[in-house]
């Protein structure tokens, strides 16, 4: 498929590779740095654009891959699903609830494929995990997510530069971009959340000896699920080169596992008085995007691992846990 990519930074680097994997050609790159535009299109004899629209229009792309900004998904989405293009799109759904239940509207009304890129949603460690809980809902999960923002983004020396993920006003800092992978996790293996209460830190990691500029490097959160369960996530954003922990333990009347995450992807522990030791064996971004393209060839939209409809109980999730931060109250959780 030709493959159009709106966004040159970090990640769509990360998925230009992918494409090039799995057998894609890229069509075109716009983004509004011109130079960094021609950077990622440059090796695969692609053409550049500054804006959507004229991409689009340009390149007439089998399929788009959104890698702007939070704050950008929702204009980039509407111009592709309003050319009936099937689109991958970066976490999170957005910065806003209202872009992001716009988003969701457009998708619905377009009838497109669109995944969006919360990747460990395709791994088959947690489909075994819900098998394991044979339909009982998890009493409790407690998510570990330690390690450095996007590496190729150089977050920490960004500061004060007018990076947008060092802006929290465009990318919510880590509540957003860390802790969102382990809720979208919960609620794949729980369900609908109820409230959340969260508190954050600053300059204990990654930010120690640093000029916060509002961003915090610790953020815990308590998840109350409708089924009755609770969950956790503790984040903590580290200076790179850290060793990293990403697991999530999980617990049910009849089930102790745990999910190790990045980069060993293994489920093990007991369920039903039996020993459980699974494993995965492809990258979750490139098994994403493998689930995307299948389900593009398919005209499937509900084969992708993650629909913008899973998206936005994310985003609703951390939209209420960023204002838990700011009020220290427990904050419900809005309708989707």
Known sequence: MRVAIVGAGAIARTHAGHLAELGHELAGVCDPVAERARALAGPAGARTYAGVEELLDGERPDAVLVCSPPAHHAAAAAAA??????VYLEKPLARALADGRAIVAAWRESGCVCAVGYQWRSLDILA????????????????????????????????????????????????????SHDVDLLLALAGEAESVQATAASGGLALRGREAAGLHDVVSLAVRFRSGGVG??????????SPSVYAIDVLAADATLTLELDPRLRLRGRSGGRAVDVRDRIAPRLHSQQRFFAAVAAGDPAAVACTPADALGTLAVVVAAETAIATGAIVPVPPV
Do not use: C, K, Y
């Open 128 to 179: 075994a995990a819900r098998e394991e809980l044979h339909g009982s809902p998890p009493g409790l999960m407690v998510a570990r997510s330690f390690g450095s923002t996007e590496p190729a983004r150089g977050d920490v020396d960004a500061i004060g530069s007018g990076s947008w993920f060092t802006d929290p006003r465009q990318s919510g800092g880590i509540l957003f971009e860390l802790a």
């Open 232 to 241: 956790a996530v503790h984040v903590g954003w580290t200076t790179e080169g």
């Open 81 to 86: 699903f309003a050319r009936g293009l099937p």
